[in-house]
């Protein structure tokens, strides 16, 4: 199973709990990622998330849901 692709982005900040996506940030969100934008994005929206920053794959060792 894959992790979310906010979990697998250069731009992901962190968490206060893993489980509650409402927690995530990261750059493009930095006051916390919208339910409509993480429960949304694919393959084919996922360049153009927020101010000009969208979507940029970690290498697999960067995984953030350890």
């Not at 697998?8 to 962190?14: A, H, Q, T, V």
């Not at 916390?32 to 934008?37: A, N, T």
């Not at 360049?47 to 953030?64: A, L, R, S, V, W």
Request: with cysteine; hydrophobic share 25%.
């Amino acid at each position: 199973m894959r992790a979310p692709f906010c979990l697998r982005c250069k731009n992901f900040i962190g968490y206060d709990d893993i489980l509650d996506a409402d927690t995530w940030k990261c750059s493009a969100f930095p006051d916390g990622i919208p339910y409509e934008r993480y429960s949304g994005i694919n393959d084919d929206n996922c360049q153009h998330c927020n101010n000009g920053i969208g979507f940029e794959q970690t290498e697999p060792d960067q995984d953030k849901t350890a």
